[in-house]
């Protein structure tokens, strides 16, 4: 009669140091992953778009020169289609942004040629 509750008891007290283990490690691997995701969307943001994503968004010429005319022509027209308030889409507004500001940063640096 000993050995079934011995067993019971057994089984009771490895169940319960389990779980308080892997709540630990629950824990753990939730807080390791919030701060994880904190530092990859860091990283995200801080990472500039390529020239060549840029000028596609803006439907530019992928080589070549540009005049900021074309730039500013581009970016006026897909901001305005893509206006939110008349059923645009906020995402691809904030991506043409995104492109016309690369664009105006890259002729600053000089990294792509301006027609006039």
Sequence with gaps: MVLPRFVANLLVIGTQVLGRSFAQAWKAAAAKAATDGIVQSTRR?????QLT?????LNLPNEGP?????????????????DWEKGG???LQSKVV???ERLDE??????IEVRP
Aim: hydrophobic share 40%; charged share 35%; proline share 0%.
């Design 66 to 82: 540009v005049s900021k005319q074309e730039i500013l022509k581009a970016y006026d027209h897909l901001f305005k289609a893509n």
């Design 106 to 111: 890259a002729v600053k640096e000089s990294e």
């Design 89 to 91: 889409s906020f995402y």
């Design 98 to 100: 995104r492109a016309k």
């Design 53 to 57: 994503e840029a000028r596609k968004i």
């Design 45 to 49: 943001s801080n990472q500039m778009m």
